[in-house]
């Protein structure tokens, strides 16, 4: 069985502040994770993946996750948040059946 | 350039009318998945198939069905719409590694915002 808990419904910051969304996962055997990103009115596109080659992974528009193991845990962050990332991101995990969490709305103030 | 087109972005149905979302992909390939996306819900999964004629119920198929004829289209059908069936739903695929693997990339269509009255 596999489950995803994304912590905070809504974040909201300051453009060029630090963007922190937090993923923490469960998974019987090693997890495929991911992040993707839903603009208004658009389907989801993936921003980056976690496939076991290195724990940190780097993505599209600046955006980077880490994997821990220890803390079941795959945070995005952005060192500095900009007015187009307001959108909604899913953190996922894979093996078999995707499943995704509940998603958190990026909310970035001027 | 990758794509999945969900046929209509916007639906307006009665209760009661079978209702038909469809979904082309042109990236050969082998999974197809039907997700409901609701606020606060994130999305559920309600089919998903991984061959032409395979399918897999999700997390909440009551009240769905699927067709899968030919690999690049996925239908999801509606039988009989309900006003708790208005909602979002959105189409996607990924490269297929077998049955029980799943770990690549979704590419997902733009939507269907279904509306019951």
């Known amino acids: 069985a596999q489950s995803v808990t994304q912590l905070g419904s809504h974040v909201s910051v300051s453009e060029g502040a630090l963007v922190l969304l937090r993923c923490n996962y469960s998974?019987?055997?090693?997890?495929?994770l991911f992040w993707y990103v839903q603009y208004p009115n658009q389907g989801l596109q993936l921003l980056l993946k976690?496939?076991?080659?290195?724990?940190l992974v780097k993505g599209i528009n600046g955006f980077e996750a880490e994997f821990k193991k220890s803390e079941t845990s795959f945070h995005l962050t952005k060192p500095s948040a900009h007015m187009s990332d307001a959108a909604e991101y899913f953190c996922?995990?894979?093996?078999?059946?995707?499943?995704f969490g509940r998603g958190t709305s990026l909310i970035v103030h001027p | 350039d990758v794509k999945v087109t969900q046929s209509s972005r916007y639906l307006v149905k009665r209760t009661g009318e079978k209702v038909f979302l469809e979904c082309v992909q042109d990236?050969?390939?082998?999974?197809m998945f039907w997700y409901r996306q609701d606020p606060g819900l994130g999305l559920r999964l309600i089919y998903f198939?991984?061959?032409?004629?395979?399918?897999e119920k999700g997390d909440i198929p009551e009240g769905y069905s699927v067709s899968r004829e030919k690999k690049e289209r996925f239908s999801l059908i509606l039988e009989s719409a309900s006003t708790n069936q208005t909602s979002m739903y959105l189409c996607?695929?990924?490269?297929?590694?077998?049955?029980?693997?799943?770990?690549?990339?979704?590419?997902f269509g733009e939507g269907s915002r279904l509306t019951v009255l």
């Open positions: 996607a695929s990924s490269l297929g590694q077998g049955k029980m693997t799943n770990t690549g990339e979704l590419f």
């Open positions: 998974s019987s055997v090693p997890p495929y």
């Open positions: 976690y496939t076991s080659a290195a724990t």
């Open positions: 996922a995990v894979s093996t078999y059946i995707p499943t």
């Open positions: 990236m050969d390939h082998e999974n």
């Open positions: 198939s991984y061959d032409v004629k395979m399918k």
